[in-house]
């Protein structure tokens, strides 16, 4: 029997389990579907190029065919391991523009404003490139810079810059806008996950429970209290008084509320599913960031290739890493980037770069041979919302995603707009000298029908959903602005899931931010 029960060992959970151990006094169980993250491509930062072909180690999740994108069912990965997305994502250190946490206060009161949040960002970071007052030095959570960028992403931050987009060389400083080399959630060359940062350094607590494995099927409730998990074949337990913390993401999260009970009254009866809260807002409200890349074939051999002439550098790459952790293995793929408005008269930057010196198409689930870059631009505050469902009562099918992008009419211009910029990037000196030929959309698509037709025919999920349990003062949000679920006792969310509204920018940090601001107000600190 346990005190606390966290479910899901992602970028949340993992934070969760170690504040809530911290205590020898309070028995903590950490349940992860997953397996543990012993797989090299998580650690070695350049397997992210072949994560997306990795079996086992993630939730390969596709949307319901989505209408405006010409009904195509786009590819949704989540990570299923220690570490859960922390262990499968690109590894930026991005915290979001205060404007969204102010936009969260407003929703979801002070304890969730900038202020808050800016301190909480410190106090987890332990910076080891750039110091001063916006950064922290001593937190568990390593962000670095980039051991080894390649020329390619340089010739981009100067192609950004003559296009009159600001030098930006801290995107987490005194402002968000501008282009820039990412730093990233690294140390000494090897990706420095959730699980790294917050569970490894305490595996040895004996209160500290962890199952890995073991997919949680519903929350047991008795009188609308929780009292434990069903899994497979058996039953977890909490203690009186104990508490069962659901850190799923913003996916799984709201399906196992729906499986327990928690959920619209209709669909949950629909299948099978006796209903504990009529909650309308399970799965509701989804927001993500939507994306277009421009693919552009390179004149030399400087990008990340696939390519009989890259094979040398392949195996000098290998050795350096294996004897230094340094070299080209320890690039995120997604090396630099930026925050730009779609349109001079916004306030703040509404769209961001990620620049890869590689050509990469469908996630990375196809092989792209030759030389050549990427420049992916997405929509940061997009007005389109979706929603996620129940496919089944049977835990072991997937949800259903409908994301219902490009559904507000806003977001087409934003991202055509998008588009044309980071053509426009591409098309500056400092890049235009390694271009050999636009690849995708490619030079015969130019009007603006034809770019539209593009975006419909190739836009992609950038990998931030979040907001389907939402967090509000409000009695129809799904969790109050301690991340307790509304209408039962003892059982929070604490996740992508809970944020308000959509972060503009990478949405890690946030989380595990988020995680942290929760572990404090439960501890009473
Ligand atoms: C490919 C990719 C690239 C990304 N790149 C970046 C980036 O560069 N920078 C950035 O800031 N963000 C990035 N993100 C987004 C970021 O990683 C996520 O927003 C964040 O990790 C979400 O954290 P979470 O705690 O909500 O969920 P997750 O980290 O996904 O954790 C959920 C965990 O719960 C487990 N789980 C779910 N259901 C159950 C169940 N029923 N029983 C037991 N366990 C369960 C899952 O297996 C998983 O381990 C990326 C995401 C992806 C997928």
Known sequence: MFDYIVVGAGSAGCVMANRLSENPGKRVCLVEAGPP???????????????????????DFNTEPERELNNRKLYWPRGKTLGGSSSVNAMIYMRGHPADYEGWALAAGSDWGWERARKIFLAMESNVAIFGVHHGKQ???????????NPLSRAFVEAGIECQFPDNRDFNGVSQEGVGLYQVTQKEGRRFSSARAFLDPVRGRVNLTVETGALVERVLFENRRATGLRLRGRDILLRYGGEVIVCGGAVNSPQLLMLSGIGPGEELSHHGIEVVH?????????????????????????????????????IRSAWTYMRHKTGELT???????????????????????????ALMRDHGRKTSFGYGVTLHV?????????????ASGNPLVAPRIEANYLSHPDDMDVLLNGLKIARRVLEAPAMKRHIKAELLPGPQVQSDQALIA????????????????????????????????????????????????????????PVMMMAENVSRMMLGQ
């Open 454 to 509: 593009d975006i419909r025919a190739r836009a992609e999920t950038i990998y931030h959903p979040v907001g389907t349990c939402r967090m509000g003062q409000d009695a129809q949000s799904v969790v109050d602005p301690q991340a307790r679920v509304r209408g039962v006792e003892g059982l929070r969310v604490v996740d992508a899931s809970i944020m308000p509204s959509i972060i503009a920018g990478n949405t890690n940090a």
């Open 37 to 59: 993250d012993k797989s090299p491509l998580i650690h070695i930062p350049l397997g992210l190029a072949l994560l997306a072909r990795a079996g086992g180690i993630k939730w």
């Open 278 to 314: 009529d909650a309308r807002e399970v799965g509701a409200n989804l927001a993500d960031h939507l994306d277009i890349g421009v693919l552009a074939a390179t004149r030399g051999r400087e990008a990340i290739g696939v390519a009989p002439s890259f094979l040398p550098r392949a």
């Open 331 to 357: 690039s995120n793929v997604a090396e630099a980037g930026g925050f730009v408005k779609s349109d001079p008269l916004r306030e703040r930057p509404n769209l961001q770069f990620h620049f890869l010196p």
């Open 378 to 390: 997405c929509d940061l505050l997009p007005k389109s919302r979706g929603r996620i469902g129940l």
């Open 139 to 149: 937190g568990p959570l390593t962000v670095s810079n980039l051991v080894h960028p």
